[in-house]
């Protein structure tokens, strides 16, 4: 019998009340879809206190009391390098049962999964999720985009080369190290973009061969698992119409997300004030509906700058109806004339989709994984040259898309299609197949 054994240190938390961000979320759905059968067994490791599915065998490792939403970003990196020990160490004591021939290791995270090197080493054959490209984000986060990916990872080679990597801060190893780690030891890499399939060739083409990296990625593009309003969420959402005085001449807007500096929300309030200080807004009732819980990193402090940002607009009406679970999600879907998605980085891009199964039309930054996922037609993207630049631009797309209702419905009609063929499901069967397929 073949086994699946699926590491990811946010699995086990409950997901309608913990911000964890989408890779958490995409792992649950994982776990919830795999269907074991006589063929082959589904083993889960995770931190969080609860099973993610019933019937799941679950074993929870490195456990954090009072949970990982609120570990600072040292503390966070510790809880890394405990959950990988313990995983690691958990998979090679069970040998016996878990044999290396006969399992494959699903990987749902890249800084906090186990010692791949390790497990590579005693036979086990990895695929690994890539929910963020870590080296990307740290790049566009905390160094502004100064350099491109590859000539980080470039010169991250070069000091390992010279053996001095070593005094790299942990945090720093835990971004490059384990990064390098996953793409050297994993058999199979499932991304959910092309750009992120490119930038990983791009920075690790030089270590394992660009034409073998490229073959051992596949691009799943995770689509999406949300059902249509039950009418007492179609209810609620009348109510929340009514409370929120939106009227027929109202124009809402809404973003969805974690809010954490990546997200881009301070360039959403930035171009609103611009449009505010210029008149373009003059006479016209916006609302802004800002969907979501702090980030469990940098989270509290981007969340004050943001409302500090809120409340410095006139016109525009700013509301924060905090973290939302499934149905309040499609009940405040309902709600809006457009979504935006103003994000710095963003890998994939999950709300996104989530936003066009509602069918609204979507304004969106050029990220990753939305060049693969909105149609011309459903939308329109936004690039930003730099984040500097990107709030007039922001500003611009806004005016145009707001002065045309009639646009805007028929975008939100094809954004609905296109959100349709694309059910979770086949993408949780191919993240499945992969994976049991390194074993035959």
């Known amino acids: 019998m073949k086994n699946l054994v699926f590491v ?26 795999w ?13 969080g206190p609860e099973a993610p599915a019933p019937g799941v065998r679950y074993m929870r490792l490195a456990g954090q009391e009072g949970g990982i939403v609120d570990l600072s970003e040292l503390r966070y990196a510790r809880f890394c390098r405990e959950f990988e020990a313990a995983t690691t160490e958990w998979i090679l ?29 005693a036979g086990y054959r990895i695929l690994s999720i890539w929910h963020v490209d870590v080296v990307d984000y740290f790049n566009k986060l905390y ?38 780690e996953t793409v050297v030891h994993s058999r199979r890499l499932v991304v959910p973009s092309t750009a992120m399939a490119d930038t990983i060739a791009r920075c690790y083409g030089g270590i394992v061969g660009e034409d073998e990296l490229r073959r051992r990625i596949a691009m799943v593009p995770w689509g999406v698992w949300a059902t249509d309003p039950t009418p007492a969420e179609e209810n609620r959402a009348e109510e929340l119409r009514e409370y929120h005085g939106i009227g027929p001449e109202s124009f809402v807007l809404m973003t969805l ?40 990193m940098m989270g509290q402090s981007y969340h004050r700058k943001v409302r500090q940002a809120a409340a ?45 199964h509602a069918g609204l039309p979507v304004l969106a930054s050029d ?24 709030p007039p631009l922001l500003a611009a797309a806004l005016v145009e898309m707001m002065s045309d209702r009639g646009r805007l419905k028929k975008m939100g009609e ?19 197949a992969a994976a049991l397929g390194m074993l035959e």
């Open 414 to 432: 094809a954004a609905r299609a296109a959100a349709s063929a694309m059910p979770f499901s086949d993408a949780a069967e191919a993240v499945r």
């Open 93 to 121: 004591s069970q040998r016996e049962e878990l044999k290396p021939s006969q399992t494959a290791i699903v990987v749902n995270d890249i800084s906090e999964g186990p010692t791949l090197g390790a497990l590579a080493r």
């Open 312 to 356: 410095r607009l006139k016109q525009v009406k700013v509301v924060f109806p905090g973290y939302l679970d499934a149905g309040a999600k499609r009940t405040y879907l309902r709600l809006p004339d457009l979504f935006v998605s103003p994000s710095i980085h963003e890998s994939y891009g999950l709300n996104v989709v989530e936003a066009m």
């Open 8 to 33: 990811g240190s946010h699995l086990g938390y409950p997901m309608d009340r913990t911000p964890l961000g989408g890779g958490a979320m995409v792992g649950l759905q994982l776990a919830r879809h």
């Open 257 to 296: 997300s974690r809010i954490s500096p990546e997200k881009g929300i301070h360039l959403l309030l930035e171009a609103l004030r611009l449009l505010e200080a210029d008149g373009r807004l003059a006479g016209k009732d916006v609302k802004l509906f800002i969907c979501g819980e702090p980030a469990f």
């Open 367 to 390: 990220h990753y994984g939305v060049r693969d996922t909105l149609p011309a037609d459903a939308g329109r993207l936004v690039h930003y040259p730099s984040p500097k630049k990107a």
């Open 35 to 47: 269907k074991p059968d006589s063929t082959w067994r589904l083993v889960v490791l995770g931190s």
């Open 143 to 180: 160094l502004r985009r100064f350099l491109a990916p590859e000539k980080l990872t470039r010169i991250h080679e070069r000091l390992r080369s010279l053996g001095v990597d070593w005094a790299l801060p942990d945090v720093l190893n835990l971004v490059f190290d384990k990064q390098r």
